[in-house]
């Protein structure tokens, strides 16, 4: 395919070939600038244009500051300067086509990332006969910031956008509008989290994958803010649109990374909120007036959309071991916070420890710590939509000489199959298993073409749980009933 030429409804963009007939397109707006009198807005429609708009590079990303060191090395972030953010990617197998779609909703604790990662390249569901779509939305306090007169939650809406564009134009370039897959890790998930009760979202997606993030991470009007309170006291302005709006982006960036580092150091609710808990001040808003209002209970069988929910096994080793945090965590700490995050220490740390012979206080942090933050808001999210399908990545990284382990963010490269992604490679560990990767994509394109990824749905009785890979077998891939049982029993009435 020479040049492949799609038309929106804005305008005709020129993509580039690639590899079997596919066709790629990079830095598509699908919504205006949200700068000048659109800054803190909903997003508005992009402006139309005559000609030929050229769609072969990534567009500008939205503003963000670099990730805290030692994370800036381990998760690649690409800064792309620029005003129209608001911009998307297509890989496509075939433009004539009706193919199945997916939209990807990148991570970065909704102050990072955007849809123009290597680790996003979406050809391999191009191969695999999907449209692959990755999009940037706006981050921090531009996209989450409460402030009066802006409506909350401007980075879902962004969002929601982006989904408006994939049904008005995705027939164009060969997917079927009607067949819509959005997924997204971290972040992103939590962000699908919200959208299933979004009302602006409703129809615009027919099937989810959330991949280490569920529906538990939204803040209270109150916290936000509180938050907000804070942030502009740290700037020295008022939490006002004008306030916020007044200060340059070479103050305002650091002064987001500034604040989480805020909470991190100094977790008190009085401060923060529910925040405290999590360490991310920017988060959507739980029960706002918003299109994007979150729902106050977690979405049920009437959400009209098909779940495959996951988590990686040791998501919570990605902050304690490259940071160090976890050799210095010592046995008051560890029952320090078993008990802020809800848990009896004396009853539920020797469930944890009897399933870890040799463990750490810091192991044993890091593992009570992914069931709050990760693993029981996924299982939660099955048991309340009927016919969901559940997942869990244990293969363990030999990265940190192999203590990382099967930590956070460490599946994506093996669900989009992209193992030589530029980058990845301080993450994954010498010589990721192929095999893996292929079982593991190969599930995503069953799931967004039929809705079956190849296993049971998860159900209270049995709990089947699919594991891609473990410690002992990083390529063995096969259903478990009710992994770590007893310690999901600990959190019943908790989270």
């Not at 972030?77 to 086509?97: H, K, M, Q, R």
């Not at 649109?241 to 002064?255: T, Y």
């Not at 009437?302 to 010592?330: A, M, N």
Request: aromatic share 8%; net charge negative.
């Amino acid at each position: 395919m020479d040049e492949p030429v799609c038309t929106t409804r804005q305008g005709d963009v020129r993509g580039e070939a690639g590899p079997g007939g596919s066709a790629i397109f990079r830095g598509i707006p699908y919504a205006a600038p949200p700068f000048g009198a659109l800054r803190f807005m909903a997003p508005q429609p992009p402006a139309r244009w005559d000609g030929m708009r050229e769609a072969t590079a990534f567009g500008a990303t939205a503003p963000k500051g670099p990730y805290a060191p030692p994370f800036d090395v381990l998760l690649p972030d690409p800064d792309i300067a620029g005003e129209d953010c608001l911009n998307l990617n297509v890989w496509t197998p075939d433009t004539s086509g009706a193919a199945p779609v997916m939209v990807w909703l990148h991570g970065g604790a909704f102050m990072n990332g955007s849809g123009s990662l290597p680790l996003y390249d979406g050809a391999a569901f191009a191969r695999d006969g999907v449209v692959c779509v990755t999009a940037n939305y706006r981050l921090g306090a531009d996209g989450y910031l409460t402030l009066p007169g802006a409506p909350d939650n401007r980075g879902v809406l962004d969002q929601i956008a982006a989904l408006e564009w994939v049904r008005d134009n995705i027939a164009a370039f060969g997917g079927d509008p009607a067949r819509v897959t959005v997924f997204g890790e971290s972040a992103g998930a939590m962000s699908i989290g919200v959208l299933l009760t979004a009302p602006g979202a409703r129809g615009l997606f027919h099937r989810a994958i959330l991949q280490s993030g569920a529906a538990h991470h939204s803040i209270a009007p109150r916290t936000a803010r509180m938050v907000a309170a804070r942030f502009a006291a740290n700037l020295g302005v008022e939490p006002t649109m004008a306030g916020i709006g007044s200060v340059p982006f070479d103050r305002l960036l650091p002064a987001q990374t500034a604040l989480r580092a805020q909470v991190t150091a100094d977790p008190d609710p009085r401060i923060w909120g529910e925040a405290a808990l999590n360490a991310m001040p920017f988060e959507p808003v739980a029960g706002t007036a918003s299109t994007a209002a979150v729902g106050a209970t977690m979405p049920g069988a009437d959400c009209g959309v098909q779940l495959l929910i996951g988590t990686t096994t040791e998501e919570y080793r990605l902050f304690t071991v490259p940071s160090g945090v976890i050799d210095f965590i010592d046995d008051a700490r560890l029952r320090a916070g078993a008990a802020r995050y809800g848990l009896d220490p004396a009853t539920a740390l020797p469930v944890y420890a009897a399933a870890r012979p040799g463990a750490t206080p810091g192991d044993l942090y890091s593992a009570v710590l992914t069931d709050w933050f990760f693993r029981i808001p996924a299982i939660r999210l099955a048991e309340a939509v009927p016919g969901s399908h559940l997942y869990e990545f244990g293969r363990r990284s030999t990265a940190y000489e192999g203590r990382l382990g099967a930590c956070h963010a460490s599946e994506i490269a093996f669900a989009f199959d992209n193992l030589a992604a530029p980058g990845e490679s301080g993450l994954l560990g010498a010589a990721p298993p192929q095999p893996l990767a292929d079982a593991m994509h190969a599930a995503w394109v069953a799931f967004a073409t039929t809705g079956d990824p190849g296993w049971p749905a998860y159900d209270t009785a049995d709990r089947t749980t699919m594991v891609f890979g473990t410690a002992d077998e990083p390529v063995r891939v096969g259903p478990v009933r009710d992994p770590r049982a007893e310690e999901r029993a600990l959190w019943d009435g908790v989270r």
